[in-house]
């Protein structure tokens, strides 16, 4: 049976830091800290630029509190955007946002399956088949409710941070051997500290995206005034820890230098640690790294479409709710988009595309801020950004910077998305008129 408009309140502070957790956590982390020491290749600078981008997601945490708790509404960003600069803005970001969002669980679907296939050689010709029924079986799984994603994403989160939290321990554990540093490529500082410093920071916070995840489920939280400040903010400091002990791990068991250019800098590491078996449970720790990733966005496009389709901006259908809590018609199309992009393949170049619009709605989320304290200074708001109007100001700076950065280095999405945005005006007048 399935009810119009009703989400269900059934979520609370658990999921909250779950969530945080869940969709930031991945293999980004196991990854860049090699790239990262290749520009910089000094311990103190290395650290500081994980700690740089924690300050920056928990100036972005504020600014989200602030808003996700004056606008509880399922679908995050664009609701503030709409409500801030009117119906087209919230409507292209919000479809901005949704195919930033859409387009990653196919990409998770792929990389789960490869992964696998390293652990299990036999089968590594049938890795669409593997991506396939990961994308099947999670969407079985919010299919059922709201719940047993929650019940999901707790389970997941939690085992991923045991894994991180073991393998940090062994790092620090380690008896220290002495190792041969592998000699930096002197060519990686030819573009000077202060520009390798800014790229270090860039690829960080590609490892903190997907931090604000909660904001999305707002409308489906018991106690959205209390449970998403306190998720941002918990979620903050444990991903923050996590980042920052992870990096003094590695380096306490290699220098820079010898992870420097490492395409995966955690399986050097674990190599020297556990041996030959290293490179597995890496690999594992990835896995499970992924799973949660994965289950955290499935859960967040359909509730994109939800508000898309409610606020008119997508087919009415798209508000259906079945009795678990699932907005089920956009649930049902956002796993087609993904298995469509599964078999075609051809979402690596999307993924991009997808980067860059994200970039935008956080700018204009954090424009939003502002907007709003100035038009609507008696708006309730049970929780107010720190350090407002300077973290504001410096959130805007940071996206644009970002965004002028991506226009230089990604022509072509830049124009893709002027096209979008250009063919978008009509289509969202059509919309309106029907």
Known sequence: ???????????????????????????????TPGEIAAFLNNEWLIISVWLVGGLYILMGCGAYAELATSIPKAGGSYNYIKRAFGDYAGFISGWFDYITNAIAPAFFCIVISEYIAMLFPEIKEQTTVIAIAFLLGFTLIHVGGIKNGSIVQQITSIIKVLFFVGLIVA????????????EINPNVMSAGMIIGFFKSIQMALGAYDGWYAIVFFAEEDEDPNR??????????????AIYVLINIAFLHVLP????????????????IVFGENGAVIVTVIAVFSIIGILNAFLMIPPRILYGLSRDGFFIKSGTRVNSGG???????ASSAFTLMLILIGSFKVLFSLATFMSVIVWGLTYCALIKLRISKPNLLRPHKAWGYPYTAIILI???FTLFLGFAYSDEKSLFVIIAIAAISYPVFRFLKRG
Do not use: H, Q, W
């Open 1 to 31: 049976m399935a009810t119009e408009n009703k989400l269900k309140k059934v979520l609370g502070l658990g999921f909250g830091i779950a969530i945080f957790i869940g969709g930031t956590i991945g293999v980004g982390i196991l990854r």
């Open 171 to 182: 790092c620090f554990c380690y008896s220290g051997i002495k190792t041969t540093p592998i």
């Open 227 to 240: 449970n998403i400040p306190r998720s941002l903010y918990t979620g903050a400091l444990i991903v923050i």
């Open 256 to 271: 820079a230098s010898a992870i420097a250019n490492s395409p995966l800098a955690a399986a050097d590491v674990a190599k």
């Open 326 to 332: 699932t907005p089920i018609v956009a649930l049902l």
């Open 397 to 399: 700076l940071c996206s």
